[in-house]
């Protein structure tokens, strides 16, 4: 008899390789594509359904929203495309293994994505039969979802969507942002009535959308593709719009949130953000970073400072947005990216996952002190999660490469957190600290945050 299916991930991309390859037959299938980015190590697929099932995932977040145009642009004149490639786009399509030919409006390849996944529910005919008891479900309440978990049978999938230009009907051009932002309304309103309804979206990307800035976020290529135009901008009128709609708080747009995932913002952005939701919303409202790493800083502002060992990007979160996620009781999933998680510093790579939740924890705390406000208590511990971003382009950690990973950095959390001194002085410093324990803190990161998350989420609604 197989072992239960039980881990989460809060950040997959399920969709983005199969999707829009679909002339070639091992590609077209979210149950069996092989391959993914030349820029990930292996170039071996990490998350197709098979993987998932294998290595016991029960609950994926798939990340939706093709890719921007901005990838295709090349800004340095001085670079020229390989001779084996005809052009600009056959050098991108071979190193991020996707067809960008048919990008033209971003709003109507996100519905033909949402179509596609739910298409792919059930596995092919030429899928091995032991994965042909298997389902992909798609619950959009507490019944069905709790249902779903006592299934077996069921991997349960909950979509995101990574970046606010798939809200965009068209395409966005750096020389010229004319936004229709009454049709991008109406277009969250659509999503809202889908049958594939997200339940957050990360609001920026790589490349500015109008509606907020970016934050700087390709370092490999940067000599090549150009971020600058709106990199760093706040949160425009027009943002605000659309993100008042995405959270249910204009009437027009419907009383299902879809909420706001702050990875990718700038720093500005991020700052207005986090503003809104604690002196405006007061909490009310789950704030998310779906794929993160701690940057050693204790403020927002301070993340443009290199904390080392701590990796130097602008996209990851400082100490006081681990506050603000824990007081929304929110979620942070933790980012498999090796270069992103941690320097270059060589340590095994669970205790680069541990350093990075531990640190991020004693942040919290410490900014808490220093600003007098109330002290994190252990439901801190209820915020963290997976994040893997597995099948983005990254390059995943040694000893992690894949959900098959999952059990064995199960075990190895553990051991680590048994061994680890800072974790221990954790439980002192916590406000009415209670004895966790450590087999407790891995198994709320390897699952059960996640579907405490959802289950709040989907009661919410029913209020």
């Not at 029960?58 to 901005?70: A, C, D, R, T």
């Not at 069905?144 to 990574?162: C, G, H, T, V």
Request: overall charge negative; some cysteine; hydrophobic content about 40%.
């Amino acid at each position: 008899m197989n072992k239960p299916l039980k881990y989460a991930d809060l950040h997959v991309h399920l969709t983005l390789k199969p999707f829009l390859n679909t002339t070639n037959n091992n590609y077209s299938s979210i149950w069996k594509y092989t391959k993914t980015s030349y820029l990930a190590r292996s170039g071996k697929a990490r998350t197709n359904m098979q993987n998932i099932i294998d290595g016991r995932v029960k609950v994926i977040f798939p990340s939706l929203g093709y890719i921007e145009k901005g990838w295709q642009v090349i800004h340095n004149p001085g670079f020229k495309v390989p001779a084996i490639f005809r052009n600009v786009g056959d050098l991108i399509i071979f190193l991020l293994n996707v067809n960008m030919a048919n990008i033209d409006n971003y709003f109507d390849l996100l519905i033909r994505e949402m179509n596609y996944l739910m298409q792919q529910r059930r596995p092919p005919m030429d899928v091995s039969p032991k994965y042909k008891s298997y389902e992909l479900v798609f619950p959009l309440n507490e019944s069905d979802f709790d249902e779903a978990m006592e299934d077996n049978n069921k991997i349960i999938a909950l979509p995101s969507i990574e970046g606010a230009h798939a809200l965009i009907s068209g395409i966005l051009s750096t020389e010229r942002f004319n936004i229709d932002v009454d049709q991008v309304l109406q277009n969250v309103v659509s999503l809202k009535n889908h049958a594939l309804r997200p339940l957050f979206i990360t609001f920026t990307h790589h490349f500015y959308n109008g509606l907020a800035g970016h934050a700087h976020s390709i370092y490999k290529f940067e000599r090549v593709l150009d971020q600058q135009f709106g990199m760093g901008n706040p949160i425009s009128p027009e943002g605000w719009r659309v993100i008042r709609c995405l959270l249910g708080l204009d009437d027009a747009c419907g009383s299902w949130p879809i909420l706001v995932d702050t990875k990718h913002f700038s720093l500005a952005a991020r700052r207005q953000y986090y503003d809104f939701v604690s002196r405006e919303l007061d909490y009310s409202i789950p704030i998310i970073n779906s794929h993160a790493a701690y940057s050693g800083s204790l403020t927002i502002e301070n993340v443009v400072y290199n904390y080392y060992p701590f990796s130097h990007y602008q996209t990851n979160i400082s100490a006081e947005e681990v506050y603000h996620i824990w007081r929304s009781k929110g979620l942070v999933g933790i980012n498999f990216d090796q270069k992103v998680l941690w320097s270059d510093l060589d340590i095994p790579d669970v205790n680069k996952i541990m350093e990075n939740i531990v640190s991020m924890v004693q942040g919290a705390i410490e900014y808490a002190r220093l600003n007098g406000l109330p002290m994190p208590d252990e439901t801190i511990w209820d915020v963290f999660c997976i994040g893997s971003d597995f099948d983005g382009f990254i390059n995943p950690l040694d000893d992690y490469t894949s959900p098959l990973d999952f059990e064995k950095l199960e075990g190895d959390l553990l051991s680590a957190l048994k061994n680890s001194n800072q974790f221990k002085n954790l439980s002192i410093n916590l406000h009415n600290a209670k004895n966790i324990s450590e087999a407790v803190v891995v198994q709320k990161f390897m699952h059960e945050n996640v579907e405490q998350f959802v289950r709040r989420y989907f009661s919410s609604l029913a209020l």
